[in-house]
Structure formats: C-alpha cells, structure tokens
C-alpha cells in the first residue's frame, strides 16, 4: 500500500505558475502509474494528467494542455504537476492518485486508482 501526500497549492493570480508535488511513501514508487485530479467546488472529480511507471508515456486533459506538465522522480518517490499560465477556472483542489501496474502504461480513469492523496487547494484570481 502507498501513501500519497500532495503539496505545493496556494493562492495565485491569473498569469502565475504553481509546483505542485505528491510524495510518495514506501520504496516501491516506480511500480506505480500515477495521476492528478481536480474537483471544482460544486463539480465532479476530473481528470488532469496521469503517468507511466517509468515517466515515458504521459497525458494531459484538452483543457489544460500546453499549459500543465506531469512528471516524476521516482528516487525521490514524487510526482509532480507544473502549472503555468493559470486561469480562475483552474481553481480546484488537485489530488495525486496510484495505481500500482505491470504496465508501462497510464490510467485515465477514476475507477483505476484505489490509492488517493488527500488534495490541495489552488485558488487562482482574476
């Protein structure tokens, strides 16, 4: 079992970058296929980026391509999601999941990951 903790939100203007990390516990990080969610509040949980075991194979939701990175470092058990070019419809509180695989594959769906972090608040002002 994994536990994931995300840090790294806040309260950024439009225009302004934020860093977000999820660390990992344990010492089997690289067998996991990790994502980032968001929930806006009074709306359903939605997909934002998700990646390999290894960090080769990632994807990124339309809405925030070209705009948000997901990538890993799995010696140091993080995942993280650069955001740049925020937008007030980007405010959200962002949750890392897990889902441990064989694959080198990533998972678009909720439903894929048993493992959830407990979230953190972006609050993005126009």
């Known amino acids: 079992q994994v536990q994931l903790v995300e840090s790294g939100g806040g309260l950024v203007q439009a225009g302004g970058s934020l860093r977000l990390s999820c660390a990992a516990s344990g010492r089997t990080f690289s067998t996991y296929a990790m994502g980032w969610f968001r929930q806006a509040p009074g709306k359903e949980r939605e997909f934002v980026a998700a990646i390999s075991r290894s960090g080769g194979k990632t994807t990124i939701t339309d809405s925030v391509k070209g705009r948000f990175t997901i990538s890993r470092d799995n010696a140091k058990n993080t995942l993280f999601l650069q955001m740049n070019s925020l937008k007030p419809e980007d405010t959200a509180a962002y949750s890392c999941?897990?889902?441990?695989?064989?694959?080198?594959?990533?998972?678009?769906?909720?439903?894929?990951?048993?493992?959830w972090g407990q979230g953190t608040q972006v609050t993005v002002s126009s």
């Open positions: 999941a897990a889902a441990s695989t064989r694959q080198e594959a990533y998972y678009t769906y909720q439903r894929d990951y048993p493992y």
